[in-house]
């Protein structure tokens, strides 16, 4: 799986719009981009997933840039409860790919 | 809405303990996965099952066996318990292992092996 770059920390302003970027620049054309996070003693948390088109659902937005070496996770009103640790994953799109590798993932503080 | 529930929540063992650890998931997902979460790190696999009666070994599967006798449940057990097997354990399940399927977590079991 093609290795994903994250900023250690970042602030956001309660009710803000929460802007996480993740650089995966050797990403290869059948890898999908995932986005998981894990609240402090919680399991890890399914986000959102893409491929090459923009993705939005009930949590957050995805954003693929157009040569898919970059993506920006965004939470578009951010709460305290958003206060967690951000991971960016790539996976391929076949059969074999069970394990999930987590990366060392973007530590989001939601300022009141 | 229950998706992976994993018990128990925490466990104290002495060392040469054996137990198990209990996931079941209600989402008819035929693929399930134990990982352990050591202090500051990423995820490791141990072992995972792609349905039932069918395991296979993940990245650091010794000390440990698991068992899929129904589409469910994927026990996770320890034999012999030592100090290096001090960790979260998270189990999960996803509907396939292809790219767009995403995996779901339970809330893990804190393990301490004293």
């Known amino acids: 799986d093609a290795k994903t770059t994250q900023p250690p920390s970042m602030d956001c302003a309660e009710g803000r719009a929460a802007n996480l970027p993740c650089n995966h620049s050797t990403i290869s054309g059948n890898e999908y981009v995932y986005w998981y996070r894990q609240i402090h003693s919680q399991g890890p948390q399914y986000i959102i997933h893409?491929?090459?088109n923009n993705e939005t659902n009930e949590m957050a937005s995805l954003i693929i840039t157009e040569d898919r070496k970059s993506s920006t996770l965004i939470l578009p009103h951010a709460t305290l409860r958003d206060t967690a640790v951000y991971y960016c994953?790539?996976?391929?799109?076949?059969?074999?790919?069970?394990?999930?590798?987590f990366g060392t993932g973007t530590r989001l503080t939601i300022i009141p | 809405n229950a998706g992976v529930t994993q018990t128990p929540k925490f466990r104290i063992l002495k060392i040469g303990q054996s137990m198990t650890l209990q996931c079941a998931q209600d989402m008819n997902h035929n693929y399930m996965y134990w990982y352990r979460q050591d202090p500051g790190m990423g995820l490791k696999l141990i072992y995972y099952s792609v349905g039932a009666g069918i395991t296979d070994k993940g990245e650091v599967p010794n000390g440990y066996n698991v068992s899929r006798s129904t589409t469910e449940d994927f026990p996770l057990r320890l034999e012999l318990a030592a100090p290096s097997q001090t960790s979260v354990y998270f189990c999960a399940s996803s509907r396939g292992a292809e790219g767009n399927q995403p995996q779901h977590f339970g809330d893990g079991t804190r393990l301490s092996i004293l």
């Open positions: 994953i790539v996976r391929v799109g076949s059969f074999g790919n069970e394990k999930l590798t």
């Open positions: 893409g491929l090459k």
